[in-house]
């Protein structure tokens, strides 16, 4: 599955578990919510058939995005958070 999908999928998800209506299309008195995952890296080592062993300063990072607009259009709040793992990794990959 597409990690945006994912996103996107749990948020609804978590969302409707605290109790809010999930309404498409929009209509009247409703708030889209629109995410984003922006800036989204892995780093990951190659499974390739050679033994090797990779080093990364940094897991991963990434920065969330989420808009709420009304129905007319206009901006009703803005939340972001970047993440980046701060430790050092080391994988080892043996075939």
Known sequence: MHYCTLMDKTVRERLIKRGWVIK????????????????FYINAPDFGPVTSKNFA??????????????ADG??????????????????????
């Not at 498409?24 to 800036?39: A, E, M, V």
């Open 24 to 39: 498409d299309p929009d209509g009247p008195n409703t708030l889209t919510l629109s995410t984003r995952l922006n800036d």
């Open 57 to 70: 300063s940094v897991a991963g990072h990434a920065t969330v995005a989420f808009e709420l607009t009304q």
């Open 74 to 95: 206009s901006r009703f709040a803005h939340l972001s958070d970047v993440s980046e793992t701060n430790e050092k990794n080391r994988v080892a990959n043996s075939h």
